[in-house]
């Protein structure tokens, strides 16, 4: 008689404080046949911190595609497999999106074991608009990269969440400060469900200020969130303002409300007050 397929289950483990494991997770990591993981010496620390000693598979970026299918190969033969990234949940700027979508192709029954993710132990803590949020991943390495980055993220998303390095955070200051203004309110969250967990709130220039009061503050993991648009007191829609972010990247303020109005057919006046406020200038 032919053997049931077997599970892939996507585990989060903790982003810092180990004891965030939850009990479900332990379990089934105690029971899989197999743990794909994407640093196996790092993961091991967790396992042996939970007593597990678990069969373990390396699954990266680099080898993803290729393993997935000798994974997908073991679960069709009955195996359990548990997917682990090196913090947090897996997928989320993490890999495993192709193993995931390769198992769904597959009919391989893939099963999320939820637990910690560093955007979202961020969100709850930052004091910003929670209805509706936009992660755009990892901010990228080059400054007018990550402006366009950045321009490109659609007016009335709400909160927008980034991941950022400790190397790269101060000049990306500078360009959320570029692309939304020197008033937009910032929540930096460092180091969360650690020993030295902050949360920095304030405008770009007043995180730099905290950031360069002391050296060390300028380590570790960090999660950066910017708040909601504020609402324009003028009747200038969501296109209208999403054009004007990106013109403005390049231009000064007169050209991109002017190009703008062009574009849209809207009001040259009301644009230039909206493109005041998006640089954080006042008239
Ligand atoms: N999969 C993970 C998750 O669920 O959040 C994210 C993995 S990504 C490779 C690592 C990034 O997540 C870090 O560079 C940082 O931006 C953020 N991060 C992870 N742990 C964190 C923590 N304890 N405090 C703040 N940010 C954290």
């Known amino acids: 008689m032919a053997k049931d397929n077997g599970f892939l289950y996507v585990v989060a483990t903790p982003i810092g404080n180990l004891d965030d494991i939850s009990q479900r997770a332990t379990a089934i990591l105690q029971q ?3 743990i794909a993981a994407e640093d196996t010496r790092h993961t091991g620390r967790l396992l042996s911190h939970l007593g597990i000693s678990a069969r373990t598979i390396a699954l990266h970026d680099h080898n993803e595609k290729q393993r997935a299918a000798s994974i997908i190969q073991k679960c069709l033969a009955g195996e359990n497999v548990a997917l682990v990234s090196d913090a947090g949940t897996p997928l989320i700027s993490d890999p495993g999106y192709s193993l995931v979508r390769q198992c769904r192709d597959a009919g391989v029954r893939v099963i999320p074991i939820p637990g910690p993710c560093a955007l979202i132990t961020a969100l709850c803590a930052a004091g910003l608009p929670t209805d509706k949020f936009h992660f755009i991943g ?3 390495a080059k400054s007018q990269q990550r402006q366009n980055q950045l321009a490109e993220v659609p007016a009335g ?3 927008i969440i980034c991941y950022d390095t400790a190397r790269r955070i101060k000049d990306s200051l500078q360009d959320v400060a570029q692309v939304f203004g020197r008033d937009r309110e910032l929540v930096l ?3 969360l469900t650690k020993t030295f967990e902050h949360l920095e709130y304030g405008t770009a220039a007043q995180i730099t200020a905290w950031l360069e009061d002391d050296p060390q503050r300028c380590q570790g993991e960090m999660v950066l969130m910017i ?7 003028t009747d200038v829609s969501e296109a209208e303002i999403n054009t ?3 013109l403005l ?10 190009f703008t109005a062009q574009i849209h057919g809207g009001k040259k006046n009301a644009l230039y007050k909206v493109a005041l406020q998006l640089s954080g200038e006042t008239e």
């Open 189 to 191: 969250a460092k180091e």
């Open 32 to 34: 899989v046949d197999w």
């Open 249 to 258: 990247t390049e231009l000064p303020l007169k050209k991109a409300a002017a």
């Open 244 to 246: 004007l972010k990106l």
């Open 227 to 233: 708040a909601p648009t504020p609402k324009a007191d």
């Open 157 to 159: 998303v709400g909160t």
């Open 138 to 140: 990892f901010l990228l």
